[in-house]
């Protein structure tokens, strides 16, 4: 009965934390991530402890895990979209890896997929010769780039002319944003890589909390990129209660994971696309870069 009481208590503490929408420090943001996993695990803890006939450990521990079900399978499910009649515009964003992402097959995946605009996370000067030898400016070749050594850099790239903007402001990631005009609709386009929590929850709260909310008077707004936040953390939530919708959970793919791009530790969903409310998600995918830990992710959108 200790053991089942013990791993029900660890289960309990954690899913306080999500139900209550505390983000919590390094170690239990990194927990928060892991949601789907452990509330898998509460199910099975307190079916387990139901056979043993530990009717209160079991009960709670499945009771709870219920809950957290309710909360995290709708984003399996498609939802609804709204009525927009506008042009078609096809957005990917990648990390990079440290520059390590193949960049012939990126350039093969911008080609392939007809992408209007790439957001490039972990972008470094190295890359960037090289991605301009792979022919990626010949497909794109309108630019907002902010290339650093190592993880700190990132940029857009764009099929149409763009505006340079600042909507997010100085930090210790590049975080570029820029104006497009697609079919008359100007378009804001933020290319989103805050700190990773495990490295600063604070730092990670802080960037995620300086993006842009959507503006209903003004132009149309899409964040994409690596948020290094799932949907179970509530600092991310926060854009989502803002008012922006997350492509990939709105078509059903809410589970689709970006990272790791092997088996350990869990893969989890950090990469989104999300969009103005007035934008209405088409299409979805995640999509594999060789050479990087991350996989892209893809949303054909329809503009109002």
Known sequence: M?????????????????????????????????????TLGGLLIGGVALGFRHWWIGGVAVAVAIALVAMVLPRAFASSRPDAH???????SSNQYLGRADVNALVKLVRDNQVDVLNLLELTPREVRELTSAGLFDLLPHRVLKPIPGANGSGIASRYPLTELSLVGPGEMEQPSARVEIGGTPVEIVAVHPVAPTASSATWKSDLARLPRPDSGGAVRILAGDFNATLDHAAFRDLLHAGYVDAGDNRGAGFAPTWPSGAFPP??????????????????????????????????????
């Open 2 to 38: 200790i053991f089942f009481a013990v791993l029900t208590a660890g289960f309990l503490v954690l899913a306080a934390l999500r139900l209550c929408g505390v983000d919590g420090d390094r170690i239990t943001a990194a927990l928060i991530a892991l949601t789907p996993y452990w």
């Open 86 to 92: 506008g042009a078609t515009l096809r957005v990917m």
């Open 267 to 304: 893969p989890v969903t950090i990469d989104h696309v999300l969009v103005d409310p007035r934008i209405a998600v088409a299409g979805y995918r995640v999509l594999d870069v060789p050479g990087s830990d991350h996989n892209a992710v893809f949303a054909q959108v329809t503009l109002p």
